[in-house]
């Protein structure tokens, strides 16, 4: 079955970066686009980015664009998300999730914004 | 952008009792090839959203018929027919129509 687990995340200062991944197993990566979606605590959900199965279209939220960039890798069923300049607000679990109509998720990696 | 309006924000029901959650877009989700992208997932405390239903009624397999999803255009709601236990949580409505993709805010459903 499809599974989709999240790593990288932590706790990093406001203007830091970090990267986050997201390994996929249990279906044909290469034929899904994917998506990451935040939730900040106690908040809702919070669409991030998606990218296309071969990588050739990519779309972002207003909150993201210019300092969060997606990425992947199909031959090792990767998608990443390249997080620079953080601020407080990005404090979130991150989740990824395929372009299954949101019908697969992952568990999720928390990421912290503070000094 | 299109935004996604749900009410209520809180609904305590008796159990037993039918529930039923509004989402409003403020475009209409009807897509270029025919479909509408509008799902409705569900979220328990610590865990990952659950898709219920897809494309405004759709119900995904193993998510009881007590779940039932209507609407078009801009105007969709959720309904459950008599409310258990185990439906409390957060239930978002969400557009995959066109980018951004967007979420509402999430209806929070308790035991009254």
């Known amino acids: 079955q499809v599974q989709l687990v999240e790593s990288g995340g932590g706790v990093v200062q406001p203007g830091g970066s970090l990267r986050l991944s997201c390994a996929a197993s249990?279906?044909?990566?290469?034929?899904?686009?994917m998506h990451w979606v935040r939730q900040a605590p106690g908040q809702g959900l919070e669409w991030v980015t998606f990218?296309?199965?071969?990588?050739?279209?990519?779309h972002y939220a207003d909150s993201v664009k210019g300092r969060f960039t997606v990425s992947r890798d199909n031959s090792g069923n990767t998608v990443s998300l390249q997080m620079d300049s953080l601020r407080g607000d990005d404090t979130a679990v991150y989740y990824c999730?395929?372009?299954?109509?949101?019908?697969?998720w992952g568990q999720g990696t928390l990421v912290t914004v503070s000094s | 952008d299109i935004v996604m309006t749900q009410t209520p924000l809180s609904s305590p029901v008796m159990l037993g009792q039918p529930a039923s959650i509004s989402c409003r877009s403020t475009?209409?989700?009807?897509?270029?090839?025919?479909?509408?992208?509008l799902s409705w997932l569900h979220q328990r405390p610590g865990q990952s959203p659950r898709l219920l239903i897809y494309?405004?009624?759709n119900r995904v397999p193993g998510v009881p018929d007590r779940f039932s999803g209507s609407g078009a255009g801009t105007d969709f709601t959720l309904r459950i027919s008599r409310v258990e236990a185990e439906d409390v949580g957060i239930y978002y409505c969400?557009?995959?129509?066109?980018?951004?993709?967007?979420f509402g805010q999430g209806t929070k459903l308790e035991i009254k």
């Open positions: 990218i296309q199965n071969d990588g050739s279209d990519k």
């Open positions: 249990g279906f044909t990566f290469a034929e899904y686009g």
């Open positions: 494309k405004i009624s």
């Open positions: 475009q209409s989700l009807a897509h270029s090839d025919g479909n509408t992208y």
């Open positions: 969400a557009q995959a129509t066109q980018f951004p993709y967007a």
């Open positions: 999730a395929m372009d299954s109509g949101w019908r697969d």
